[in-house]
Nanobody
Framework: QVQVVESGGGLVQAGGSLRLSCTAS????????MGWFRQAPGEEREGISC????????YYADSVKGRFTISRDTAKNTLYLQMNSLKPEDTAMYYC????????????????????WGQGTQVTVSS
């Protein structure tokens, strides 16, 4: 059974850092396309980063480029999102997503590309 479980959210001051973790089960993190989405209250869900299977090519939304880094640890079967220079507008529920690759170097910030979603972890950035 494919499952992803997020952890690592919390409250942080603006300018601070957090690292989110996504523990995978039922598949290997390097075999699936994976990513992170977020949703703030009253806002649409936003894809912020993805990483392709195998070679691990990554992509970022403009809103987080240069501040967030996606990575994975195959030994721990875990996906990470390192978030630096956090801003109050980064406050949201963060979701880990996964899907078997739909083509070589699959990586997308579109919700409909991912069938497996975690329950989310809350990140709150205070000003």
């Amino acid at each position: 059974q494919v499952q992803v479980v997020e952890s690592g959210g919390g409250l942080v001051q603006a300018g601070g850092s957090l690292r989110l973790s996504c523990t995978a089960s039922g598949f290997s993190v390097d075999d699936y396309a994976m990513g992170w989405f977020r949703q703030a209250p009253g806002e649409e869900r936003e894809g912020i980063s993805c990483i392709s299977s195998t070679v691990g090519r990554s992509y970022y939304a403009d809103s987080v480029k240069g501040r967030f880094t996606i990575s994975r640890d195959t030994a721990k079967n875990t996906l990470y999102l390192q978030m630096n220079s956090l801003k109050p507008e980064d406050t949201a529920m963060y979701y880990c997503v996964a899907n078997p690759p739909w083509k070589y170097l699959s990586c997308s910030l579109a919700q409909d590309r991912f069938n497996y979603w975690g329950q989310g972890t809350q990140v709150t950035v205070s000003s």
